[in-house]
């Protein structure tokens, strides 16, 4: 939750589209978004830094996570 906090107080947080697509990056990452609402969180992040940088994080996060459960398969 710290990249969260961190947009907020630098003033990156665009608005409620900005909170969506924080919302649903773990769902996204499972592949569990209708491809409709896949497609406006892919056309976020390709005009919103922030979100980006927040993916980024989350997405290294579960691949810790993918990595501890089956040692090996971490992607370098
Ligand atoms: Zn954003």
Redesign the pocket.
């Known amino acids: 939750m710290h990249d969260i906090r961190d947009h907020e107080v630098r003033g990156e947080v ?1 608005g409620a ?2 909170r969506t ?1 924080r919302a649903v990056m773990h769902d996204y990452l499972g592949r569990l978004l209708p491809a409709r609402r896949e497609r406006r969180f892919e056309a ?1 992040m390709d005009a ?1 830094p ?2 980006i940088r927040a993916f980024i994080d989350v997405r290294q996060a579960s691949w810790v996570r993918r990595a501890t459960a089956a040692a090996g398969s971490f992607p370098v």
């Open positions: 665009r589209e900005c697509t976020h919103c922030a979100c």
